[in-house]
Each structure stands twice: as C-alpha cells, then as structure tokens.
C-alpha cells in the first residue's frame, strides 16, 4: 500500500510525520481553542469594565494612527499593484484550480455573492452619513462649497472602491490557487506553503489562521454593530420599537439565529438564495429613490461621480495629508475602512474561493474589482447625491442629523419622498439581509477555518457554525456596550494591523508559486520535441496502433475493464519503469491504494531527485457520465471509467485508459523527463537570482487532486 494520504485528502505531503489526518470537520484545537479564548475574554472584558477597555483601545488607535497611518496607506496601494499586475500579466490565465475545471455557479450567481459576501449593511450606514459628512467637514478646502460637494461622494466612493476589493482579490486568488490547484488545505497558512514548506501545519501556521480569524471576528462585529443601530432605528421609524440595549440584544439574537440557520444550510442552498434576493431588492430600492427623486439630476451627478473617480483615485491613494493632517477625519474613515478592507479579507477572500473554483486569475480578479464596485458606484452616488441635493437646498437639519446620527440619516433621506413607509421597509428587509448575509457567510468561513476538512469545498460541523455566529454576536454586543460604533471601528483599526503584514507575504508565495507555475509551463515546450520523437513507438505492429487509437478514442468502459486494464497495464509498466530506474540506482516506489467508492486501486510511481523534490506521476479512476454523442445507446445514468493522469501539481486533465504498456510507459517517461526539465531550468532561475538553494519551495507539493 502507498504512504500517500487518502483520496481527496488536503493535508501535507506523505512524508510529513507532522501532518494532520484529517477527519470530516475534526477541530484545530489550537486555532479554535486560541481564538475563540481570547474573543470570548474581550468580550467579557468590555462588559465588565467598559470605561477602561474603552481607554485602553482609545491608546492604542492613537499609537496606531501615529505611527502607522503613513503604512496603512503604502500597504493598500501595494495590494492593488500586485492584484492588477497578476490579473494583466501572463499568470492571468492560470485557474483556480485544475486546467480541465469549470465553475461551478452562473455568472448572476456568483456575482451575486461576490457582492453579498463583501459588504454589509454598512453601505446602507454610510451612503448618506459619508458623503454629508465630508461635504460639511472636509479634511481639506472650505466646507460647503462645490468642490466640497464634488469631493464628498467621491471619498466615499474611494473607500468602497476598488483598493478595498482588490485586498479581497488577492486572499480569494491566493487561497483558490493553493487550494483547488495543489490540494492545500483551504486556509490562510496554505498561502505560505511557498515561504516556509510544511511548518504551515505547524505552530506557525496555527498563529496565521488564529489572527486570520480574530481579525475576521473583529471586522465582522464591526457591521453587525452598525447594522444592529441601522435596524433598530428603522424598526423604530416604521413601528415604535424603542431604541436601547434591550432592542439591540434582540435584534443580535435574531440574527445569531437567522445566520445560523442559514450558515448550516450552506452555501448552495442558504447564502446562494439569500445573496440573490439581497442584490435584487436593492437594486429595486436604489431604483425607486432614483425615479421618486430627480432622474436626471443624478444621472448627471452620477457620471460626474465617476469621472471625478478616475481622475482623482491616484493622488487620493497615497494622499497622507502629511502637511495638514486631519487626524479626527482619517482615523474615523481612511484609516479605519483600510484596517476593516484588511481584517474581511481572510473571511471574504476565503468565501471567494470557495465560490470561485474553475475560473482564471484574470476573470475573479475583473470580477471582484469591477462587478461589486460598479453596484456600490451607483448607490452611493444615488443615496449620497441625492442626500446632498437635500443639503445644498437648505435643510440644515437633515445634514446635521446625517452626519452625527447615521443610522437616521438613511431613514431621514426616505422620509423625504413619497411612499416613505414602503421605502423604508424596503430598506429594513434589505439591511437585515444584508446583515445576515455577513453573519452567515463568515461563521461558515470561521468555522472552515478552524477545523481539518477532508476537501477544500468541505464545510465545518453545524456545531461550529453555531458556535462562531453565537461569538460573533457576544463581541458585538460588548463593544456597543463600551462604546457603540466607535468602539467598533477603534477596535478594528487594531485588529487589522497584525494581518496586514501577513498578506505581504501571501503576495511573496503567491508569486513564488506563479512563477513555478509558468516554469512548469516552458518546461513542458522544452521537452515536448522529444516527447512527439515517437522513440517509444511500439514499430512491429503499425496497423494495430492507429486502430488501437481509434477504438480506444470510441470506447467507454465500464469497471471491469478498467480493473483489467490496472491488472494487465498500469501494474506491469509502473513495475517494469521502477525496476529500471532502481536498476540505474535511482530510487523509485510503486505505490497503489485503494478507491473504496469504485473499487479500484490508484496506482503511482513516486521517485525522490535530491533532498527535497520528488517525481509524481499517477492514474486516477474517475467515474463519469457517459457523452451523448456516443455511438452507442446509452441513457442518462450510464457512465464509463477514466483513468487520469495525476501528477504533483494536480490533474493533468487526459485519460489514459486504453493505452498498451508501451504507450503508458512512455507517457510516464515523457513526464519525468518533463520534471527534469523543469527542476534544470528552476535551479538555473535560482542560481540567477542567488537563492539559497535550502529554501522550501511549492515544488515539493505532490497531493491528490481528486476530481471527481
């Protein structure tokens, strides 16, 4: 029997005593054990000392935004370099997973959690409280002016926009690469596989995917905080529900309750449904305040909107206030929405691969840049023009309650249009979708990242769902008790710091690993010459090799066949190649384990060069419907056995049923000489760029891509 870990398996190499043997849903106890402690201990904390936990966060935000707002504001524009380089470069086409692989949701779909998973109810919050704000207390230019005007949306624009989603992009592309590509495990540790080898299954690792998840936990309190005040002055407004800590305790419990439900469905059939009903009733509450307003008013402003983007985003970028800075105003929103983009990002960024398998790095990272963005674009330039037009025309009051009380400003805003009561529960039930949408998909995400999963689609136990929306829900409430919203937004700045320099090196393996992915690529041209050299043509026979090919390109077969085909092909040619190379004193091992599902072996061929590196090469029973166009009557449950070729990078997508001895023995010398190729050329790029040579490297991973 093989050493390997067992089909569709996503822990470390075989010969890595250390790594896990995962069970379905088995706990990583020091990850959960570690988070969930000291979450549960700041909660209690705040509770029962809100004054002091309030003056100690005040502290260190202060520290925080003195010593490294300047870096907040490098570290997001640099995420957004790499996301684009990646996207328009050549790595582009490289997919999420296996080169055979299709995505597995529709366009509306998947653009629908894109957007769902990404923002709370927090865009309700903001979309008439920002732009009021920095119209009435810009951090440059007098107040109330039209620059000022022009300014205020665009600002608001600017931290929704696309420096945010693309701190999004590069968890997602990152973690699908590792995960649906290699097999890793689909954690935030996989994406340092490249940096420090199999020490991800480590201690260091287990420090990775526990700040991962107290950020996460973090970021997400921070919109259930803001969505809890949203809804219960909208509760308030429509039916008298009082405003206090009694409301807000209930309106927590029902959404514990809602996400929960909703997080143990899963993600096909609970945040899937909800992601669409969420995205379709606010395009019909964005569009009912477009025609109750002024239609062409804001179109106008809409398109001044966007052109103001473009043509100020680069200065706004980097734009520190170094000279006059308006430390109140940045920690309140740049400095604040930066460490928020940056504490989502491991839950959504993880949430996107999960949803984005089979697409390329170019299409995820177009999608996550431009759909979300061009959605929030509209309604905050809707919600926050119009709020201005209000404004400008002389209601003080309205501008005022807007930018102290935001969770009134959005209300206040409807109120100014008929139909208000319709509006206005529009809004509620899209706030509360909103919010529960961020609750569930990060308890599934949180729950995932705290568990051993036999796959990367594999969901954590329903327990542990429960769990992490139950502990979501307790931090929320203890910040609203030391300090609302504030509290919130303090407390993430904080929590998103320590991450933010786990993602610079995210972007180092990342790249890394794109750039053994292209070598693997150029190495495969170099020796295709003489894998097409027919040295291994089986020449006494011509006639029969066509028609072999023929009838084997026309044939489907059925589970004896392919247990036949192990016993007199596949074990007799892995045999006969392992004995030659053991023969040129080259180690080399036949491995073969058994399918419990089909009842028939994976048989490989496993042989080590050097100390480190290791040739991988392995046929894979897959069982799969039978194509329609087939000459033979078939009907809609007839399927028919492949045999895939698997080697350390995944599937290679082709079928080798039906090959003769010599024929599989030569595809298996094709790819070795192919490996070889690649470590030549990788050991020259190396030598090049003065590597250490004992450096891990992704060219080690050789893990079971089990596709089926």
Not at 73 to 83: D, K, N, S
Not at 183 to 195: K, N, V
Not at 564 to 586: H, K
């Amino acid at each position: 029997m093989s050493t390997d870990e067992p089909s569709g398996t996503a822990t470390a190499p075989p010969d890595h005593a250390a790594a896990p043997h995962p069970g379905e849903g088995r706990l990583k106890r020091v990850v959960f054990l570690g988070s969930s402690l000291l979450i549960l201990a700041v909660s209690i904390w705040a509770m029962i000392t809100p004054e002091g936990a309030e003056d100690t966060i005040g502290v260190m935000v202060e520290w925080i935004s003195d010593g490294f707002g300047w870096y907040y504001f490098l570290a997001a524009t640099l995420y957004l370099l790499f996301v684009v380089y990646v996207a328009v470069s050549r790595y582009g086409n490289i997919k999420l997973g296996p080169k055979h692989s299709r995505p597995d949701y529709g366009l509306f779909a998947w653009a629908a959690m894109l957007f769902a998973a990404g923002i709370g109810i927090d865009l309700m919050f903001f979309s008439v409280s920002g732009p009021v704000s920095h119209y009435l207390a810009p951090p440059e230019g007098d107040a109330q002016t039209v620059e000022a005007a022009r300014q205020a949306v665009v600002w608001t624009l600017f931290h929704y926009g696309i420096t945010g989603w693309a701190m999004y992009a590069l968890m997602g592309m990152a973690l699908g690469y590792f995960a649906f590509r290699y097999r890793l495990p689909l954690a935030i540790r996989s994406a340092l596989y490249p940096i420090i080898g199999r020490r991800i299954y480590g201690r260091i690792g287990d420090t990775v995917d526990l700040a991962a998840i107290i950020g996460t936990v973090f970021g997400i309190s921070v919109s259930l905080g803001i969505g809890v005040v949203q809804l219960n002055y909208g509760l308030n407004y429509l039916f008298d529900v009082p405003e206090g800590t009694a409301a807000q305790v209930a309106l927590i419990a029902v959404a514990v309750l809602m996400a929960t439900v909703s997080a143990v469905a899963g993600v096909d059939r609970g945040i899937r449904r909800l992601s669409q009903l969420n995205v379709l009733l606010a395009i019909l509450l964005m569009g009912y305040i477009l025609f109750a307003s002024s239609p062409i008013r804001l179109l106008n402003s809409l398109i001044l909107n966007i052109g103001d983007y473009v043509s100020r985003f680069p200065s706004m970028t980097l734009n520190t206030f170094a000279y006059d800075q308006p430390t109140e105003w940045l920690n309140s929103w740049t400095l604040f929405f930066w460490a928020w983009w940056v504490a989502w990002a491991p839950f959504v960024g993880m949430f996107l691969a999960r949803i984005s398998k089979g697409r390329t790095i170019r299409q995820f990272v177009a999608a996550t840049l431009i759909i979300p963005f061009l959605f929030t674009l509209t309604f905050l330039s809707v919600f926050g023009n119009s709020a201005l037009f209000l404004v400008r025309d002389g209601d003080e009051a309205f501008g005022e309650t807007a930018m102290n009380l935001p969770e009134q400003g959005f209300y206040g805003l409807l109120d100014q249009y008929p139909g208000a009561l319709f509006s206005a529960g529009l809004a509620t039930i899209v706030g509360l979708l909103l919010y529960v949408t961020s609750a569930d998909s990060g308890a599934l995400v949180i729950g995932n990242l705290s568990s051993h999963l036999r796959t990367p689609l594999t969901d954590a136990v329903p327990w542990l769902r429960i769990f992490w929306a139950a502990a979501t829900g307790l931090l929320t409430l203890a910040m609203l008790l030391v300090g609302g919203v504030d509290a919130l937004t303090n407390a993430t700045i904080i929590m998103g710091l320590p991450f933010s320099f786990v993602m610079f090196l995210i972007i180092a393996g990342l790249y890394k690993a794109l750039r053994l992915e292209r070598m693997r690529e150029e190495a495969l041209l170099t020796s295709l010459p003489s894998s097409l050299s027919g040295r291994m043509t089986h020449r006494t026979a011509p006639e029969w090799t066509w028609r072999q090919r023929l009838a084997r390109t026309m044939s489907y077969p059925g589970k004896h066949s392919a247990a036949r085909f192990v016993d007199e092909v596949c074990r007799p040619a892995f045999q006969e190649v392992a004995g030659e190379l053991r023969r040129r004193d080259v180690e080399a091992t036949v491995t073969e384990e058994m399918d419990e599902e089909l009842n028939l072996p994976h048989v490989g061929l496993q042989v080590p060069i050097g100390e480190r590196e290791e040739f991988v090469y392995r046929v894979w029973p897959i069982e799969t419907a039978t194509p329609a166009f087939a000459t033979r009557s078939v009907t809609a449950h007839d399927t028919y056995v492949r045999f895939e070729v698997q080697l350390a990078e995944g599937s290679q997508g082709y079928d080798v049923m039906g090959y003769s001895k010599e024929q599989l023995i030569a595809n298996i010398l094709d790819q070795y000489e192919r490996h070889l190729e690649f470590l030549r050329m990788h050991r020259e790029a190396a030598a090049r760029s003065a590597l250490p040579d004992h450096r891990p490297d992704i060219a080690e991973v050789h893990l079971p891509e089990d596709e089926r």
